[in-house]
């Protein structure tokens, strides 16, 4: 049976989630990672969130019918909300986990946070064990990003899991993200090392250079090999969700609709030669 692959509605840049719901099925494909905002912060994207941690049953009844009316389905939701090493930050997790259950969903992307200093790591975990037991409670699995902290590489993905032992906290594997936040990475070794771990994919394209926003159409960059990752993947069983997350060029104009749109169908065009669909 094909794995999941699904469309972080970010790819839709400032036309945000309503755009993804209205084309995604255009690109060949059913299912979004809705994002859920942090309620009164502007997005980097630009785009009027749907939902933020602020939301109400209406909100969420609103995206229930807008999901229904495009005929497509959730296959998780993105909470990144800031670094859970904040009390604050665990709350509005808790919040928009809560909307997440309400939305049917049972993965969810979100970040495993930072240290300032290796002192405050028990605190952290601390913090995190509170989010898995929160979300194991109503049927959730949040899964750690690729993002600055402690899950920023392989090595401390690992150390994060094995410390955590937790079974509602997984990873969130980004294939762009392993060289843009580190300099001596190879992103196939990476994903070998952490695999049995990971529960969710963000598929991103990039040259493999530090720092180096390009995340365009998959396959255009070529720095990855989607064909290996989907192998290593499928020798571990993996059945998805792969999440398309395509964020552009930094310091390109602003793509029109029509283009965030044919980013995501071209996308999609190249994982079929990969064999993602078969």
């Known amino acids: 049976m094909a794995a999941l692959v699904s469309c972080l509605t970010n790819s839709y840049g400032r036309f945000g989630p309503i755009a993804a719901m209205e084309h995604i099925r255009d690109a060949g494909l059913s299912h979004l990672e809705l994002n859920i905002k942090n309620h009164g912060v502007p997005s980097f994207f630009k785009e009027t969130p749907l939902l933020t941690n602020a939301s109400t049953a209406y909100d969420i009844q609103r995206v229930q019918d807008l999901l229904a009316q495009h005929e497509v389905q959730l296959s998780s939701c993105n909470i990144t909300s800031g670094n859970p090493l904040d009390p604050e930050i665990v709350s509005i997790t808790k919040q928009k986990l809560d909307l997440a259950s309400q939305l049917g969903v049972s993965l969810v992307v979100g970040g495993a946070g930072e240290l300032e200093e290796e002192s405050q790591r028990e605190t952290l975990y601390q913090h995190l064990r509170e989010i898995g037991d929160y979300a194991a409670e109503i049927g959730i699995t949040y899964c750690f990003e690729t993002h600055p902290g402690i899950c920023v590489n392989a090595a401390g993905m690992l150390r994060t899991m094995q410390d955590l032992d937790h079974s509602h906290l997984k990873l969130n594997f980004d294939t762009g993200n392993i060289n843009y936040y580190n300099k001596h990475e190879n992103v196939l070794e990476s994903l070998h090392e952490v695999v049995e771990h990971?529960?969710?994919?963000?598929?991103?394209?990039?040259?493999?250079?530090?720092?180096?926003?390009?995340?365009?159409?998959?396959?255009?960059?070529?720095?990855?090999?989607?064909?290996?990752?989907?192998?290593?993947?499928?020798?571990?069983?993996?059945?998805?969700?792969?999440?398309?997350?395509?964020?552009?060029?930094?310091?390109?104009?602003?793509?029109?609709?029509?283009?965030?749109?044919?980013?995501?169908?071209?996308?999609?065009?190249?994982?079929?030669?990969?064999?993602?669909?078969d």
């Open 198 to 277: 990971v529960r969710h994919v963000h598929l991103k394209d990039s040259f493999c250079k530090y720092k180096d926003w390009n995340f365009t159409t998959l396959g255009e960059a070529g720095g990855i090999d989607f064909l290996q990752v989907r192998f290593i993947l499928e020798d571990h069983n993996f059945e998805g969700p792969y999440s398309l997350e395509i964020e552009g060029i930094a310091g390109e104009p602003d793509p029109s609709l029509e283009e965030h749109h044919n980013r995501v169908k071209q996308s999609v065009i190249y994982l079929q030669e990969c064999g993602f669909f």
